[in-house]
């Protein structure tokens, strides 16, 4: 079984009630985050999960809202790491290794602080990052991960990542249009997590910064048919755009189930979702 928790179901507009985008998979005892928006470690917490829990930190793309809190799960897996520090391991697309490098230099100062303050911590955070845009991802553990490029332009490259673990496999695909890549990647698995937008909603919004939204990421109905298309069974949605109030899912969900026939999961930050046996 592979259990899907939303850590945050929000957009990148600040909502008091749902937290940035993040997926926490899990795999038996194994915790992999994908994706470290704003409020992550505040939900992961929730989710009965630490920062130096993770065996994983999977970045989908370098969108500030996919990655605004990666520093306080650099800053925390290494605090709160009290016996041998093992290394935070983090994957993302290329680039990412540059933007890791320069979170550590803004933390640099925070980092000094701490090792003169503590006898028993002499070593900066601990981080090993690889980058990658398609093929396995060498990670140590009992899922065996994978990636495929995804259609996000212009923000290049972007990525999406498939769990298999037992007999179960799950996608979560960050933001993407349809495309090959994640098609492939969906194939045969029985889960996926998508983010989608409303387009039919955006789209009468006068505000052209809000409709460029609208060109590179997935509505409803296209995650839908990527999930159809690949014989998915159970769809997960999330960083809703525009959110919907608490508890107001069902239009949204009526919206999928005209285009995609399995079982269809959405809801608040937290919302768990179990595949497999
Ligand atoms: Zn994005
Ligand atoms: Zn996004």
Known sequence: MIAITLLGTGSPIPDPNRAGPATLIQTGEENY?????????????????????????LITHLH?????????????????????QKPLQIVGPPGTK????????????????????????????????????SGIVELEGNARISTEPTDHRPVDPTIAFRFDYGNDAVVVAGDTIPCAGLDKLCTGAKGLVHTVIRKDIIENIPLQRLQ???DYHS??????????????????????VPAFPSGQEEEWREIAAQYFSGTIELGDDLHRVEIGE
């Open 33 to 57: 985050l994908v994706d470290a928006g704003r409020g992550v470690l505040m939900r992961l917490a929730a989710a009965g999960c630490g920062a130096n829990m993770l065996n994983g930190v």
């Open 64 to 84: 500030s809202d996919h990655i605004t809190d990666l520093n306080d799960v650099i800053t925390s897996a290494w605090i709160t790491s009290f016996a041998e």
């Open 98 to 133: 540059e933007v890791v490098d320069r979170l550590l230099h803004f933390l640099s100062f925070d980092i000094k602080y701490r090792i003169d303050h503590h006898e028993d911590l002499n070593e900066p955070p601990a981080v090993n990052v690889t980058e990658i845009e």
């Open 212 to 214: 460029d939204v609208c």
């Open 219 to 240: 509505s409803v109905e296209e995650a839908s048919q990527t999930a159809e298309r690949a014989g998915i069974e159970t769809l997960t949605l999330t960083h809703y």
